[in-house]
């Protein structure tokens, strides 16, 4: 790693005919200090977690940049203030004038104190603070996000990707406080050379898919989307079929956002708070590519239409509903209605978010969900209030090969010496695929102001709206429908299994069930012939090899589509309500909560331990809270080693060390105790 000054130019690769860019590879990063101001003496963050509740409340929060690394291509180069930085900047630019594309990763982080000292004139971001790119108003470069891009901690880039490289752990100490002047060893300085250099070899990688870094995917979604993209651009029949499906109605498009909903992530109350023994788990393969390549979904807009029960209904047409229902109770000891997806609830007894009867409710619905309330409660009577219909097909052949063409290279690659690159890249597309399936453009501005340096979230006009889902028609791409379609079938799936398996049944998350011991294994059994039997059935009809829905693996095993398969075994096993569980195993306790690390589970010396109040401390999880600070004074600091200067950001992100106490709701708590995913809404 070279100081900055060591700068001289470099050749820089110019792409392009009338939008010049530079193909160089550039990276950056920095490291920060964090610090907390109390008494008016600056500590380490780490100090807060010492704090009582009423000492943190007066705290307040900064940090500080203490080194900054800029990589081109393999060589980094470091400065120790902003102002170097600039200079460094000044030089490249007057060097290089054409764009440039910086991969930062985490750009949201970086971005949060860049933006004290430089402007920005177009800045991406999916939310108030996470930046996916950002365009400097007074250098030609762009900042792109390697973390979105990836999908991946920086950490498991080397190994994802097989780097020639791998990033340095331990070898930092982000627990004391340092700034600019603070002496950093051979150690510490290689440390912060490697994070360029793992992102620089990540992103060659890349180029041997992209070939320039103009056309890398901002997002790791947008990676299989843009694959699927450029097979279909010319492909007027594909173009045609879903261009039907898409519909510009803006009240149907707010019934669908209301009507879409995830997988099923739930704890049976009966045994919530309880050690079980020798609980299974049953996951199953690839839920949602299964159905996108053996379901049939909505193929044309939808109209208006007057149903007035169930009996309206033909099997062959697909619906959209709101519907009223009265005095309604779940039949079964686990519950499936959502409250947050509800409107106008009255008189309602909650199991941990979940309701379990109700005076009355509304609810959008697809035919599918509408089927399964009517099948799983008791209802003294209902009332269809508003009505759409359309018809059902199967998704264009196109997209349905393009997810199997990618299932049979996932499977091909797995376990193959050599191929470990290829199964990662093409099990990442393959992930991808409902996230692309369900992904909704229409979404409120998220806008960075360049004058306040805040963020604001600007609602979406009527006009905007009704525009954007006429540019949507005009892509001909998916349609949001299917993306709605595509989790009703799979929460159906999975549910009509828990509806059987009702009292055995212990936990369920998304495409995965644990149950105790005594339930019947013909369920899964059945379920999976059926499933083989829908798929001869399907790729018969649309002419499709069985084998691709079915591909074997390096061993000859064939590995089929969408059947549950027993995944894991647990010898004892507790849960706390959703994404809330702990389990022990010849290995020792692990544990899956919501917000906390794996590495968490220290924090248990017995799986008894797993109860409301547990405390995860900082020594156990390592876990830190992210402060966006916004208006920091300049302060004087004192390093570790005793040096002291003022430093003078006025934003940063300060890491605070942070603890999570386990807990369930009240509502839920007196349950167990009884023994009887924000989007633009169109203004209507």
């Given at each position: ?7 001289k130019g470099h050749s820089p690769d110019i792409r392009g ?56 291509n393999k060589d980094v180069y470091y400065g120790r203030t ?603």
């Amino acid at each position: 790693m070279q100081y900055w000054e060591l700068y001289k130019g470099h050749s820089p690769d110019i792409r392009g005919t009338r939008k010049k860019f530079d193909n160089t590879i550039y990276t950056f990063d920095i490291e920060t200090t964090s610090y907390i101001i109390y008494n008016n003496q600056v500590f380490p963050s780490i100090k807060y977690k010492d704090l009582t509740k009423k000492e943190q409340e007066t705290c307040e929060f900064g940090a500080c940049m203490y080194i900054w690394q800029f990589s081109i291509n393999k060589d980094v180069y470091y400065g120790r203030t902003w102002q170097e930085f600039i200079l460094f900047l000044d030089k490249l630019e007057e060097n290089v004038s054409d764009l440039k594309y910086v991969f930062v990763h985490n750009l949201s982080f970086e971005f949060q104190f860049l933006k004290s000292y430089f402007a920005f004139e177009d800045v991406t971001a999916r939310k108030a603070h996470k930046v996916m790119t950002a365009k400097m108003k007074d250098y030609n470069i762009l900042f792109k996000c390697s973390y979105i891009m990836s999908n991946a901690a920086l950490s498991d880039l080397p190994k994802l990707y097989k780097l020639p490289v791998e990033k340095k752990v331990g070898d930092l100490d982000y627990v004391v406080l340092r700034h600019s002047k603070t002496k950093l060893t051979d150690t510490e300085l290689g440390y912060c050379e490697y994070d360029c250099l793992v992102v620089y070899y990540y992103i060659l990688e890349e180029l041997k898919t992209y070939e320039t870094v103009k056309k890398l995917p901002t997002t790791s979604t947008g990676k299989v989307r843009r694959e699927l993209m450029e097979q279909v651009m010319l492909d007027f029949k594909y173009k045609r079929i879903v261009n039907k499906a898409i519909n510009t109605n803006p009240h149907i498009y707010n019934l669908l956002v209301e009507a879409f909903a995830g997988g099923y992530t739930h704890s049976n109350y009966i045994y919530t708070d309880e050690i079980l023994e020798n609980v299974d788990s049953y996951d199953e393969t690839s839920a949602y590519p299964y159905i996108l390549v053996t379901h049939k979904f909505p193929n044309c807009e939808f109209k208006k239409c007057n149903l007035k029960s169930r009996d309206d209904m033909i099997d062959r047409l697909c619906y959209l509903l709101v519907v009223k229902f009265k005095n309604i109770k779940s039949k079964y000891f686990n519950n499936f209605i959502s409250s947050s997806k509800c409107r106008n609830i009255k008189g309602a007894k909650y199991d941990n978010g979940r309701i379990i009867e109700a005076e009355e409710i509304e609810i959008v619905l697809t035919d599918i969900d509408f089927y399964f309330i009517l099948d799983t409660h008791k209802i003294k009577s209902y009332e269809i209030l508003e009505s759409y219909v359309s018809t059902y097909a199967y998704l264009p052949k196109k997209f349905i090969n393009f997810v199997l063409d990618k299932y049979v290279k996932k499977t091909e690659y797995k376990n193959v010496l050599g191929m470990e690159l290829e199964y990662v890249k093409e099990k990442n597309k393959f992930n991808a695929l409902y996230g692309m399936s369900v992904t909704n453009t229409i979404r409120d501005n998220v806008i960075y102001d360049n004058d306040t340096s805040l963020w604001k979230e600007e609602e979406l006009t009527n006009d905007e709206i009704i525009e954007r889902l006429k540019e949507e028609k005009g892509k001909s791409f998916l349609s949001f429908a299917y993306g709605v379609w595509v989790t009703a079938y799979a929460r159906n799936n999975l549910l009509r299994r828990v509806i059987e398996l009702d009292e055995y049944v212990v936990y369920c998350d998304t495409d995965s069930i644990k149950l105790v011991q005594g339930y019947d294994k013909n369920v899964f059994i059945n379920y999976n012939k059926s499933v083989e039997e829908k798929i001869k059935k399907v790729s018969k009809l649309l002419r499709i090899d069985f084998n691709k829905y079915a591909p074997s693996d390096k061993y000859g095993v064939k590995h089929l589509l969408g059947v549950f398969e027993s995944d894991a075994k647990y010898d004892k096993f507790i849960t706390q309500g959703a994404k809330k569980y702990a389990y022990e195993d010849s290995k020792g306790i692990h544990i899956t909560v919501a917000g906390v690390p794996k590495k968490g589970s220290r924090a248990l010396k017995k799986l008894d331990d797993f109860k409301d109040n547990l405390v995860f401390k900082y020594e156990d999880t390592g876990k830190n809270l992210l402060m966006y600070c916004e208006n920091q004074p300049s302060i004087n600091i004192k390093d570790y080693l005793g040096c002291s200067i003022k430093v003078y950001e006025k934003s940063g992100c300060c890491l605070v060390p942070t603890t999570y106490i386990l807990s369930k709701s009240l509502d839920y708590c007196n349950l167990i105790s009884d023994n009887s995913s924000k989007r633009a809404k169109y203004r209507e």
